[in-house]
């Protein structure tokens, strides 16, 4: 397997990499040797920012072909010479770039959502069966897991994010959003600031230039760290307990057989009824959801059913027509229906 260039030399003519830049490419080449199995040829998301600049060109020194993938959302004045100056950059650093224009639909999802959920659809329809690398750093992870703390997400949400969970690839996880920009400064590339990452209106912008420093400032530091060791931390018992989720039975027909269920934990049950729920017309389940499906199983008293959603046409194991999902205990079953009277008891 090629690892590019020499360390001690440029991918390009330029500074050699050495200091900053040397991290932020030795992250790049230990995910590369981690993970074997994405190839030679990658894609990386480019927005022009310090972070995705730096990982361009460090995969551009660490892998054999790499394509640059510029997302315009459109949601700026001149975002789309934003994008071809990304677009620019990459090329020389020696990588061939597209750029990639989106609609951002907010669909009552707030426009932090609705612009993420465009890109990464964007990403996946361009990628063309190549992995794609995301250039989120310690710090964006420390502030997911900060979010999650304060919404009260559970493992699923604190375990923060996956350095691989195919086609996506975060190599950065471990370096520090500064590290990204003295990178670049130390291997002459100018970087795009933008101006979303210091609006307020913006819950991580908040966190990023107001929580997190005082937090680092009250306890002496280190909480970044902190934080990212705690997702790692979770991440390895969360796999665990979705693992043995994974091995229990699943009766034919879409029913859930109380008489498996009643011996398992509560944090193996919510992740069976979790499982149960997304394959069955529920893509989302809640806490309240899950708690009270739970309830039907460790809490039983003749109670009715749960409302988990609404429905459209009938999933497989899934009786009714089109209405309101409801998870009901019949006969010593958890089964879902499509319940199309007001009231979800029975």
Known sequence: MSA??????????????????????????????????????????????????????????EFAAVTALVVDHGLQPGSDRVARDAA???????????????VVDPDGSGPEAAARAARYAALDAARDGRPVLLAHTLDDQAETVLLGLGRGSGARSLRGMAGWDAPWGRPLLGVRTDGTRAACRALGLDWWEDPHNVDP????????????????????????EGLARTAGLLRTDDDELDRLAAAVPVATGGALDVSTLEPLTQAVLTRVLRRWLRA???????????????????????????????????????????????????????????????????
């Open 4 to 61: 590019g260039p020499d360390p001690t030399g440029p991918a390009w003519p330029g500074p050699a990499w050495s200091g900053p830049a040397w991290t932020v490419r030795a992250a790049v080449r230990a995910f590369r040797r981690a993970h074997p199995e994405i190839g030679d040829e990658v894609c990386v998301g480019l927005s022009g920012g310090a972070d995705s600049l730096a990982l361009t060109a460090a995969a551009a020194a």
């Open 280 to 346: 069955h017309g529920c893509p989302s389940p809640t806490y309240a959801h899950l708690t009270a499906v739970a309830a039907l199983v460790t809490r039983w008293h003749g109670q009715g059913g749960v409302a988990v959603g609404g429905a459209g046409p009938a999933e497989p194991g899934v009786s009714g027509g089109r209405g309101r999902l409801v998870a009901r205990r019949r006969h010593g079953k958890l089964v879902l229906e499509i319940d199309r009277v007001s009231g979800a008891g029975s």
């Open 201 to 224: 209106a913006f819950t991580r912008v908040r966190l990023r230039r107001e929580v997190l420093p005082l937090l680092e400032e009250v306890l002496g530091g280190g909480v970044a």
């Open 88 to 102: 620019g950059a990459a090329r020389g650093l020696g990588v061939r770039a597209r750029v990639l224009v989106v």
